[in-house]
């Protein structure tokens, strides 16, 4: 069966750095996402991507976060200046349809550490 | 937006019992998924079920739309089985791609 697939699985960094998460959604999907779930909570949607452009966004997804899908098949998330409180799993999820009427598949996450 | 709530938050049971996981929402909803969260932290995707009944296995799961709740039912626990068990839902709201609102999730501990 189809997979996204995330990289890397466990990301470290400095308090104010930059950090890109990569995804590989299924290949003939065409709605992206990333959520986010800080530990012990539930999982928050992000943001929402289709035919190059962001669809929808929550209040979380400010102007630290941007998200672009620089080829055919990798869709990324870059947080531009991390904060201790980006520290969570990160997992994105690609839909064949936007309009719900889909499941949405999830990657494994990735796991983001800020120190 | 639309609440998620699921009941009960913790549930501590003994391998071959069986539960009861329920989701309420407060609004009309056009997707809901069930998954399982894995220890490692993987989500597990266990059914798409934005209404009607489905079978996997040990594993079922009942959506009555028009009483907004749906219903996961676990069969003879396994101890694999343990983990948090999230229902996800999405109201379409006519615009782009809306992502899934999860609730808070059902902590589920299987002992031997």
């Known amino acids: 069966e189809p997979e996204v697939t995330q990289t890397p699985s466990h990301q470290v960094t400095q308090m104010g750095q930059e950090v890109i998460l990569r995804c590989v959604p299924i290949s003939n999907h065409l709605y992206f996402y990333w959520y986010r779930q800080i530990l012990g909570q539930k999982v928050e949607f992000l943001v929402s991507?289709?035919?190059?452009?962001?669809?929808?966004k929550s209040e979380i997804f400010d102007d630290q976060f941007s998200v672009e899908r620089p080829d055919g098949s990798n869709f990324t998330l870059k947080i531009r200046s991390t904060k201790l409180e980006d520290s969570a799993m990160y997992f994105c999820a690609s839909s064949w349809e936007g309009t719900s009427n889909q499941p949405q598949h999830f990657g494994d996450g990735t796991r983001l550490s800020i120190l | 937006g639309i609440q998620v709530e699921q009941s009960p938050p913790d549930l501590i049971l003994q391998e071959g019992a069986n539960s009861t996981l329920r989701c309420n929402f407060s609004?009309?909803?056009?997707?809901l998924q069930w998954f399982h969260q894995n220890p490692w932290g993987q989500l597990i995707n266990l059914f798409y079920?934005?209404?009607g009944t489905k079978q996997n296995g040990r594993l079922s799961a009942t959506t009555v739309a028009t009483e907004r709740y749906s219903l996961l039912y676990i069969s003879s626990s396994q101890t694999t089985d343990s983990g948090v068990y999230f229902c996800a839902v999405v109201r379409y709201s006519g615009g782009g791609a809306d992502g899934l609102t999860f609730g808070k999730g059902t902590h589920l501990i299987i002992q031997p």
């Open positions: 079920i934005p209404s």
């Open positions: 609004d009309s909803v056009n997707n």
């Open positions: 991507f289709y035919n190059n452009e962001i669809s929808e």
